[in-house]
């Protein structure tokens, strides 16, 4: 389950139903009997059914929206329609009925008679009526506001490799001029130029320099032309000002492949963070969740991580 494919609108979705479930543990009606105070709740037989037409079927849209937009490959359709649009048809039917809901009466027996002028609503029903209209605006508005439409999570960290350097940035103390390379004599260290002498105080004897035959000093070595790369790096990419990012698109539009292919690879969806990886022109290399790479053609409005 990609949790990133989520929008703000799907977590208001969820939110909403959420909030229906814990409305309907509250008291829907409360009315004197005998002389007590009595509550019902929409778990009632009661109130019946009002149970399945409200709670259940929010909780049940809310996971055809998460559902289409998270689990099952996009575009993928159910007796003619995707599961988002199953979801938000089943939200636009919760808020008719929590709509009605507000004008429902208790059955007669359950009062002891037909008169329900002591019946009075709880808070639940009105926490029910409050977001079960929400639940069907969101549903119906999350894939045409643009704020609904933003991602809920926001775009994970560019990975670093090991030692926090970026990718193909050369690896400190390797390569560098001034540096010491591996398998040179590092500075200050015995035999190096310029360490220094033993101390004759403490015991230690001078050193005699050898001569070369004749005696005449050594000549000096000859400094290296150049310093060799050092081993192990990372190849740079083919644009060195070019720096990979994630970026979602504010409408659904397709991925080509990079042969020139006139048939798309696939969909990218609002709401879902991509990886740009190269930049061709004004076209983008994308890549998706489960690693298809792709030409991405128009690249207007895109929204940077």
Do not use: C
């Not at 035999?191 to 220094?196: E, I, Q, S």
């Amino acid at each position: 389950m990609n949790i990133r494919s989520l929008s703000r609108g799907d977590g208001a979705v969820i939110g909403a139903a959420a909030l229906l479930l814990i409305a309907s543990f509250l008291p829907f009606f409360s009315f004197d009997s005998a002389g007590s105070d009595k509550t019902v709740s929409t778990w009632s037989a009661a109130l019946f059914p009002l149970l399945p037409t409200v709670t259940l079927a929010a909780l049940a849209a809310a996971g055809l929206i998460v559902a289409g937009r998270a689990m099952v490959p996009a575009g993928r359709q159910v007796v003619g329609l995707t599961l988002e649009q199953w979801g938000t048809a089943l939200a636009v039917f919760v808020g008719w009925s929590a709509l009605w809901s507000a004008f429902s009466t208790v059955i007669p027996d359950l009062g002891g008679g037909a008169n329900n002028d002591g019946v009075s609503k709880g808070v639940g029903a009105w926490l029910t009526l409050v977001f079960g209209i929400a639940l069907a605006v969101v549903a119906v508005l999350s894939s045409r506001i643009p704020a609904l439409q933003a991602p809920l999570m926001g775009a994970p960290k560019q990975p670093q490799p090991y030692g926090g350097a970026p990718y193909g940035a050369p690896q400190p103390g390797l390569g560098q001029p001034g540096m010491p390379q591996p398998g040179m004599p590092q500075p200050g260290g015995y035999g190096y130029p310029g360490a220094p002498a033993p101390d004759p105080s403490f015991g230690g004897q001078p050193q005699p320099q050898p001569h070369a035959f004749g005696g005449q000093a050594p000549a000096p070595a000859p400094a290296p032309q150049s310093q060799q790369p050092a081993q192990g790096q990372p190849p740079q990419s083919g644009s060195s000002d070019f720096t990979a990012f994630w970026f979602a698109v504010p409408v659904p539009r397709p991925l080509f492949a990079e042969d020139g292919s006139p048939t798309p690879i696939a969909e990218l969806a609002p709401g879902t963070w991509y990886l740009a990886v190269e930049q061709r022109g004004a076209a983008l290399i994308a890549q998706t969740q489960d690693g298809r790479r792709g030409v991405l053609q128009d690249t207007s409005g895109i929204q940077r991580g």
